[in-house]
């Protein structure tokens, strides 16, 4: 066992508030270290012992961090896909998955009808881009109203649908609608 978890303890330390983004050769352990980024900051995990005997534990000040911020755990790993249509139908269904999580959302005393309204038509299977597009962002703020809280986004396999494709034409397509859903409008 090798104790990583000072991993967390260098991202807070560099911005507590910034993206990261760790590139490493296939089996390094990427996902590994998302699932442990996720295992110490969701609050779904509110509770748990998993860190008490880690490194990361001997360091109080991190405590505020812990099971603190509802995250967002996207794999965005695709099946062979041969036009972007194909990508669109994987990405709905990625998002169908993503908003599964957070159902409990629907009831929300917090959030408005009209939020609750947007929720649901989000979570099915048959968006638009332009809906796709915006998902993760509009799921962001419910979920960061819904809990006074910043909301932690996890995005595993980041590269997989660019580096699946050897279509130019196609490759653009998708690059062009994640750069969209990356960098959601101000």
């Known amino acids: ?9 260098q991202m807070l330390e560099q911005n507590d508030e910034g993206a990261f983004l760790y ?7 990427k996902s590994l270290n998302l699932s442990m980024i996720d295992a110490f ?13 880690l490194e990361i534990s001997k360091y109080s000040e991190f405590n505020v961090y812990k099971n603190a ?3 967002i755990m996207v794999d965005m790993r695709v099946d062979a896909i041969k036009n ?11 998002m169908f998955d993503v908003f ?22 989000l979570y099915s299977s048959n968006n638009t881009e332009r809906e796709l597009k915006n998902a993760l962002l509009k799921l962001c703020m ?6 006074d809280s910043n909301v932690i986004v996890l995005l ?9 494709v050897t279509d130019p034409t196609l490759r653009k397509e998708i690059v062009d609608f994640l750069k969209g859903m990356m960098s959601p409008p101000c």
């Open 142 to 147: 419910m979920l960061k109203k819904h809990h």
């Open 1 to 9: 066992f090798v104790d990583k978890s000072m991993l967390i303890a």
């Open 69 to 71: 911020f509802p995250v």
């Open 84 to 94: 972007f249509d194909d990508f669109i139908e994987a990405w709905n269904s990625k």
């Open 23 to 29: 590139t490493r050769p296939r089996r390094f352990g």
């Open 41 to 53: 900051f969701n609050i779904e995990y509110k509770d748990n012992k998993w860190f008490d005997e």
């Open 156 to 164: 595993d396999e980041y590269d997989n649908a660019v580096n699946s």
């Open 100 to 121: 599964g999580q957070f159902l409990y959302l629907e009831k929300s005393t917090i959030l408005h009808d009209k939020e609750k309204q947007l929720f649901d038509s």
